[in-house]
């Protein structure tokens, strides 16, 4: 990984960058599209890998919460010169910390044709059936949805558990 790069939450000023690298993989048929005005109004789901160089953005991820503390990663990309450095494992890793920290039991699944990736992170193969929210909002208008060639993984995030009390019964 290059240690070099920092993930935070988006900006707004990071819209415009966002849209590109969507758009670049929107084009090749690897996300779903999304406009400015969509990644404006979900702004608070994204993150970004910034290269402390320059400042420019070179990846974006997000979070989608279902309710009841199910998620989805999507929207995952990284600058197509710059795959191979971690870009990607650092945002993801980033995500698992965030939930990890919530504090709240957290099933993050993800759709991907890149299941090995995510493999590598913890995510377990399973049956994108048990994910009908997502299927429902947006499987449904992806040009792929009757020959899918995504991978449905999830993992599963517990909080650790609280310390007990100390003990209060000395005399």
Not at 106 to 125: I, S
Request: include cysteine; proline fraction near 6%; aromatic fraction near 8%.
């Amino acid at each position: 990984m290059n240690p070099a790069i920092r993930v935070r939450r988006a900006t707004e000023n990071d819209v415009a960058a966002i849209h590109r690298l969507l758009e670049f993989y929107a084009d090749r048929g690897i996300v779903l599209r999304r406009t400015r005005e969509d990644i404006l109004e979900r702004l608070a789901n994204f993150v970004v890998a910034v290269d402390p160089a320059d400042a420019s953005v070179v990846g974006c991820g997000a979070v989608r919460p279902f309710g009841g503390g199910l998620y989805e990663v999507r929207s995952l990309a990284v600058l197509h010169d710059r795959r191979g450095e971690g870009i990607g494992r650092a945002m993801v890793e980033f995500i698992v910390a965030a939930k990890r920290d919530s504090g709240e039991e957290v099933q993050l699944f993800t759709l991907t044709c890149e299941p090995r990736f995510f493999e590598r992170l913890g995510f377990t193969v399973t049956d994108r059936e048990k994910y009908p929210p997502k299927i429902w909002s947006d499987c449904r208008n992806c040009p792929r949805n009757r020959c899918c060639n995504e991978t449905a993984l999830e993992i599963r995030i517990v909080p650790p558990a609280a310390e007990p009390p100390e003990r209060s019964d000395r005399r």
